[in-house]
């Protein structure tokens, strides 16, 4: 699939090519017009967004399943003592 191999070492950079955490869903909507508001918001808010640790999915929607919009933060693991 078309840019698979820039997702992977985008991925891989975040620790999450390691098993070094997972992707928490931290907004998920199946409306176009409240996505956009959102990113919006996001990248006019006060506080800076590492987009590096951030993952926006599409996914595509057919006649019984509607197109859904998701951002997704990565987590990494906590250290074990």
Known sequence: MPGQRKRKRRQQAAGAGSGAGHWQ???ETQ????WQ????????GPEPTDWSTTR??????????PTTYRLSLFVPARASR
């Open 25 to 27: 869903v931290v907004f």
């Open 31 to 34: 409306d176009r017009a409240e």
């Open 37 to 44: 508001a959102y990113l919006r918001r996001l990248r006019a």
């Open 56 to 65: 926006v999915d599409t996914l595509c929607g057919r006649l019984a399943h």
